[in-house]
């Protein structure tokens, strides 16, 4: 057995997301449709994550997210809280794997700038309803620019992507203080993008654009430690990478090496949630990258079907993976959120229960009672 974690991450650790509520869904959609008032959502939406937070504790989870219930996406939301950001019409973009949806993509139409406190309001919330660490998710910086690339900012704007890549840091900087001030101590960047360019076509995508796809992983690298700088040391920041999840779907496939030196060395980020549900994020022979002060959750646990993997199947590959990454600097999580967008995934609210305790309990069987 190895000590329990004082610190995030925790041994049974999660990514964010949860199934929303149908009372919930039709309280946004009335909103919109000019029906409820802004006030009387956000009064829903606080019970919404109430009963989000009595969930996580009830499964014996030590860190606890509001769910993600005040957005309609991971991503979207939040970016739309900047200055000079909006949404692009839709256009054609790499998609998920059987299925026709496309992602919504951001469109920088004006100086990025931080308007004020984003996400504070919701992470007080959260705080004063929890007796486990609060966790905040936002998406990476790369997500702001990944899926329209040069053609979505602004050449007017920014005929400079230096100065674009600049703002976009310093914006992100700003809200990242505001959370620390708030006193955050945990906080996820979501980027998938990491993911994305360890699959081939994705890779050459971004090439038929113009883009290096290597050059692309730095410029990335170096928007996220901007992000980041000056950060307090209680604050743990981990990075989520994963290869899509709508509605269970997903959008690419490759195992970690093309971009694992890079990611686990030269990112200012305390550890991983890392998605390994499937043969399609390849083996565990990129943990030998991991520097010895970073950890790595293992997303061993699927969030896109119902059916729970038998428990010395996971026991087994966490003993494969501790081949690479000595076991005490190693987790174990779902492989991603259970809701990346309003819509969720192919699981009912039982089967998301089941599986974040399946979580928790293997996580003591292998690590101890933490």
């Not at 203080?177 to 708030?182: F, G, I, K, V």
């Not at 081939?200 to 883009?211: F, H, I, P, S």
């Not at 060395?265 to 390849?282: C, K, L, P, S, V």
Request: aromatic residues 8%; proline residues 6%.
């Amino acid at each position: 057995m190895t000590a329990p974690r004082a610190n995030p991450p925790f041994r049974a650790d999660h990514v964010g997301s949860l199934l929303r509520p149908q009372s919930l869904l039709d309280a946004r959609e009335r909103n919109q449709q000019g029906e409820m008032s802004d006030e009387r959502l956000r009064a829903i939406e606080d019970e919404a994550v109430r009963y989000a937070v009595n969930l996580q504790e009830r499964a014996g989870l030590r860190s606890v997210t509001d769910g993600e219930f005040r957005r309609a996406y991971w991503h979207v939301d939040f970016m739309l809280g900047f200055d000079g950001i909006e949404e692009m019409p839709q256009i054609e973009t790499p998609g998920f794997q059987e299925s026709d949806f496309q992602p919504p993509v951001m469109e920088v139409v004006d100086k990025v700038r931080h308007p004020g406190s984003i996400m504070g309001a919701d992470f007080d919330f959260l705080k004063s309803v929890t007796s486990q660490t609060p966790k905040v998710c936002i998406p990476s910086p790369s997500v702001v620019h990944f899926r329209g690339g040069r053609t979505a900012v602004s050449e007017e704007v920014y005929p400079d992507m230096d100065d674009f890549w600049a703002d976009l840091s310093a914006a992100y900087n700003a809200e990242i203080m505001d959370l620390a001030e708030r006193g955050c101590t945990y906080l996820q960047l979501d980027d998938v993008i990491m993911a994305y360019l360890c699959d081939q076509k994705l890779r050459d995508t971004v090439a038929d654009r113009g883009e290096d796809p290597d050059a692309l992983l730095r410029t990335y690298r170096d928007a996220i430690n901007a992000a980041l700088k000056g950060r307090p040391e209680s604050m743990t920041v981990t990075m989520h990478t994963c290869r899509g999840n709508f509605r269970s779907a997903w959008m690419a496939q490759g195992g970690y090496e093309p971009v694992a030196e890079l990611m686990f060395n030269e990112i200012d980020i305390d550890a991983y949630f890392m998605e390994w549900d499937t043969d399609r994020a390849g083996g565990f022979e990129p943990l030998r990258h991991l520097p010895e002060n970073k950890s790595v959750i293992l997303g061993l646990v699927t969030s896109k079907f119902p059916e729970l993997e038998p428990r010395d199947d996971i026991k087994r590959r966490i003993e494969e993976a501790s081949q690479y990454v000595p076991l005490e600097r190693l987790c174990l999580s779902p492989q991603c959120g259970f809701a990346s967008t309003y819509h969720g995934n192919r699981v009912t609210e039982e089967n998301q229960l089941a599986k974040l305790q399946l979580v928790v309990e293997v996580a003591e069987e292998v690590w101890g009672n933490s």
